[in-house]
Structure formats: structure tokens, C-alpha cells
């Protein structure tokens, strides 16, 4: 089993996510197209199916900060949750992943 990580390549500008139960704090960049994808990069185990926000599967909790959808998710989700797969940050971030 991979352990979580920092993404490859340099450090980024962005504001600094936090993916907490993994222990992964790491600067956001446009060179990942979503909170989903910086997940990846970084090894974080994470759920998800569909990529555009349809099907739910990816649903996070949100413990701090705010996000923007990158593409409108077909119903958002409740609040003080995230769709990490169509969402990327405005603001530092917290998520329970």
C-alpha cells in the first residue's frame, strides 16, 4: 500500500490544502484541475465514480474553508460537505479524507 504524499513537482502558490485523517497538508495548484485530482497525486485514498457530480460517490466532509465548483454538480450537496471531484478551493481548506 502507497502512503499519502506530496504531490510531485514543485511547491505551488495556492492556498494550502489540508486532507486531515491522512496527515497531508500542501499548497493547491492550477495544475491540478480539482480537489479530487490533488487527492490522487498525493495517494489519499478517496471515493468517487463519476467526475462531474452526479453520482455523489466523492462526497467529503468540508471542515474548513471554502470551495467553487470547476462544473455545476446535477444537486448540490448538504452543508459542511464537498464534492471533491468538480470542486477546487477558494480559501485554505480542510477535508476528512
Do not use: N
Amino acid at each position: 500500500m502507497i502512503r499519502p504524499h506530496q504531490p510531485p513537482g514543485p511547491t505551488a502558490p495556492g492556498p494550502l490544502i489540508t486532507f486531515a485523517r491522512s496527515g497531508i497538508s500542501t499548497p493547491w495548484s492550477p495544475a491540478h484541475a480539482t480537489l479530487l485530482d490533488l487527492a490522487e497525486a498525493c495517494d489519499i485514498p478517496t471515493r468517487w465514480s463519476c467526475r462531474t457530480g452526479v453520482c455523489h460517490s466523492c462526497i467529503t466532509h468540508l471542515v474548513a474553508g471554502d470551495i467553487t465548483y470547476t462544473t455545476p454538480p446535477l444537486e448540490l450537496p448538504e452543508p459542511g460537505t464537498v464534492l471533491v471531484c468538480c470542486s477546487k478551493p477558494t480559501t485554505k481548506v480542510v477535508l476528512d479524507l
